[in-house]
């Protein structure tokens, strides 16, 4: 029933700002990790920025200073704010829900993908 679904993509030129959603359902959202990720076409995903269910958050070297991830937990939503864009970071962006374990250390809840949003940067 876990559902999340990723929003806000689309063309912007090089140098722009995007603000990316995903929007979450399904899920215990105060206790679980979101990240987001990219893949480029004929690229691995990679992961592009995480946040904690405390608000601490880290970044890819290569989006550091210029990308910010949020959460707002009244909305179960996470944010990718997206400024200084360069051509590439032209990619499909997903939101993942890493896995939560509980006190005994066992799955409670299993890792979940959104479907993606384009974003393509125009030089």
């Known amino acids: 029933q876990a559902q999340l679904v990723e929003s806000g993509g689309g063309l912007v030129q090089a140098g722009g700002s995007l603000r990316l959603s995903c929007t979450t359902s399904?899920?215990?959202?105060?206790?679980?990790?979101i990240e987001w990720y990219r893949q480029a076409p004929g690229k691995e995903r990679e992961l592009v920025a995480g946040?904690?269910?405390?608000?601490?958050?880290n970044y890819a070297d290569s989006v550091k200073g210029r990308f910010t991830i949020s959460r707002d937990n009244a909305k179960r939503s996470v944010y990718l704010q997206m400024n200084s864009v360069k051509t590439e970071d032209t990619a499909v962006y997903y939101c993942?829900?890493?896995?939560?374990?509980?006190?005994?250390?066992?799955?409670?809840?299993?890792?979940?993908w959104g479907q993606g949003t384009q974003v393509t940067v125009s030089s």
């Open positions: 993942r829900a890493p896995p939560v374990y509980n006190t005994r250390g066992l799955e409670e809840q299993g890792s979940k």
């Open positions: 399904g899920i215990i959202f105060s206790i679980t990790n």
């Open positions: 946040v904690t269910t405390d608000g601490r958050t």
